[in-house]
Structures are given as structure tokens and as C-alpha cells.
């Protein structure tokens, strides 16, 4: 299957899990999929992004080798926010290697502290943060003064997840 030409125009969500299918468990077509992320133009690296969770939804391993190169693709300037999107939220429901958690961690403050960061992507910035600090007090109360300032004026999502947070911190904490 050549996942260029498929993303080349927005695949169908049915057509989207089919090729979630054949990418399966194979570690090779993973691979392929990544790469369209980090060098395809605008539109093949979006919408393959997209379909990241879905790969992640049956086989969760097949992230952890490309996480550092996920990472290093957020630097990019002017990247697309379904990019960004998709991969803070593969940061949020994978296990990030100890030597990558310092720059998974400045970019997710980055987005949580950005007013104009999609309310998606600043979720699961929060949740990557939680994950990343459960063992570091003052990352997580760094965390937790982050949210509340952000709660007043913060979407429903927003809201919703942070209020989540917060008490996990509050269990952590011991408060």
C-alpha cells in the first residue's frame, strides 16, 4: 500500500482504520507512518498523524522507538496543530525514556502556558506532564499552579481535565 498517495487526500474514517489494519503490528509500516509525520508536506504529515492514536488504540509498543524523533519534530516552526495534536497525545499514553522526558516536558509547559494552544493539545500537554512528574513533587506542584491559574478562564475541556489532574496531584501529594 503506498501511504503517500492514501494521504495525499484526507482519507474517510473507514478508509483511515483500514489502513490502521494494515499497518497492524508490523514495526516496518509504523515506521513508514512516522516518517510522512516528520517529512511529508502539510497535508500527508496531518492526516497521517491522525492516524497515530489509531495505530497506538491496538498496538501501543510500536511508538516508543520514534518518541525522541516526535519530540525533536515539535521544534519545528509553524507546524500543523493536528501534528502537534496527534503527537502530545501519543506522549500521553506512552512511557517517554527517562533521557527524552526533559524535552517532552519544556515543550508540554510551553503549550499548557500558550493562551493560543489548541484546548486538545493543551489537555494532553497536561496529562504528559502528570505522567512524566508523579515521582518529582515540584514538577507537580509547578504542574498544579499551572492549572488552576488556566481554570478560570479555561474551556470546558479544560475544565474537565484539569479538575482530573488536580486530583491526581492531590493523591500524589498526599493532600
Same mark, same amino acid.
Given at each position: 500500500?503506498?501511504?503517500?498517495?492514501?494521504?495525499?487526500?484526507?482519507?474517510?474514517?473507514?478508509?483511515?482504520?483500514?489502513?490502521?489494519?494494515?499497518?497492524?503490528?508490523?514495526?516496518?509500516?509504523?515506521?513508514?507512518?512516522?516518517?510522512?509525520?516528520?517529512?511529508?508536506?502539510?497535508?500527508?504529515?496531518?492526516?497521517?498523524?491522525?492516524?497515530?492514536?489509531?495505530?497506538?488504540?491496538?498496538?501501543?509498543?510500536? +511508538? #516508543?522507538?520514534?518518541?525522541? &524523533? %516526535?519530540?525533536?519534530?515539535?521544534?519545528? $516552526?509553524? *507546524?500543523? !496543530?493536528?501534528? +502537534? #495534536?496527534?503527537?502530545?497525545? &501519543? %506522549?500521553?499514553?506512552?512511557?517517554?525514556? $527517562?533521557? *527524552?522526558? !526533559?524535552?517532552?516536558?519544556?515543550?508540554?509547559?510551553?503549550? %499548557?502556558?500558550?493562551?493560543?494552544?489548541?484546548?486538545?493539545?493543551?489537555?494532553?500537554?497536561?496529562?504528559?506532564?502528570?505522567?512524566?512528574?508523579?515521582?518529582?513533587?515540584?514538577?507537580?506542584?509547578?504542574?498544579?499552579?499551572?492549572?488552576?491559574?488556566?481554570?478560570?478562564?479555561?474551556?470546558?475541556?479544560?475544565?474537565?481535565?484539569?479538575?482530573?489532574?488536580?486530583?491526581?496531584?492531590?493523591?500524589?501529594?498526599?493532600?
Amino acid at each position: 500500500m503506498d501511504l503517500q498517495a492514501e494521504f495525499s487526500k484526507r482519507p474517510s474514517r473507514a478508509r483511515a482504520l483500514e489502513i490502521a489494519a494494515y499497518i497492524g503490528d508490523s514495526p516496518a509500516r509504523f515506521a513508514q507512518l512516522i516518517g510522512l509525520v516528520l517529512t511529508g508536506d502539510d497535508t500527508v504529515s496531518k492526516y497521517a498523524s491522525w492516524l497515530i492514536s489509531h495505530c497506538m488504540q491496538a498496538n501501543p509498543q510500536l +511508538v #516508543r522507538p520514534h518518541i525522541g &524523533a %516526535l519530540i525533536k519534530n515539535l521544534e519545528k $516552526p509553524k *507546524l500543523s !496543530g493536528s501534528v +502537534v #495534536r496527534s503527537t502530545v497525545k &501519543a %506522549l500521553a499514553e506512552t512511557d517517554i525514556p $527517562p533521557d *527524552l522526558q !526533559g524535552h517532552a516536558l519544556q515543550h508540554c509547559f510551553d503549550f %499548557l502556558l500558550d493562551p493560543k494552544t489548541e484546548v486538545a493539545i493543551q489537555v494532553h500537554a497536561m496529562q504528559t506532564i502528570f505522567n512524566i512528574s508523579k515521582n518529582e513533587p515540584d514538577l507537580l506542584r509547578e504542574l498544579q499552579m499551572v492549572i488552576e491559574e488556566g481554570m478560570p478562564h479555561g474551556t470546558a475541556g479544560y475544565r474537565a481535565r484539569g479538575k482530573r489532574i488536580l486530583k491526581g496531584i492531590g493523591k500524589v501529594l498526599g493532600n
